[in-house]
């Protein structure tokens, strides 16, 4: 079975640290360009971090530079984003995602696009009390 399981979220108080977990099964992060999103209720989907397995070269929205980082472990088949001094506006599903065809930041946003063969998770809920 080929999915990717989110997992780590859940209600933190603002200041505070979180780290998410992403697991792959079914396929390995090899050279592929994996990623962190999120949406907020009433929001339009946000990314949030990448990373080219190839290239390297982390990238982050300039919302989140700074207070996150993204990390993989290909033994475990595991990305991660750490999230830390997390502030109010960070509530928000997060969805990592794989196989993305290539991701920037323009103007401090995170840009990306897939493919109809990209993986999505089923999303993790981060909920920060101020």
């Known amino acids: 079975d080929v999915q990717l399981q989110a997992s780590g979220g859940g209600l933190v108080q603002s200041g505070g640290s979180l780290r998410l977990s992403c697991t792959a099964s079914?396929?390995?992060?090899?050279?592929?360009?994996i990623g962190w999103f999120r949406q907020a209720p009433g929001k339009e989907p946000e990314g949030v971090s990448c990373?080219?397995?190839?290239?390297?070269?982390?990238r982050y929205a300039d919302s989140v530079k700074g207070r996150f980082t993204i990390s993989t472990d290909n033994a475990k088949k595991t990305m991660y984003l750490q999230m830390n001094k997390i502030k109010p506006e960070d509530t928000a599903k997060y969805f990592c995602a794989a196989d993305l065809t290539f991701c920037t930041v323009l103007s401090g946003v995170l840009r990306a696009a897939r493919r109809g063969s990209s993986y999505w998770g089923q999303g993790t809920q981060v909920t920060v009390s101020s």
């Open positions: 079914g396929f390995t992060f090899d050279d592929l360009i």
């Open positions: 990373i080219s397995q190839s290239e390297g070269g982390a």
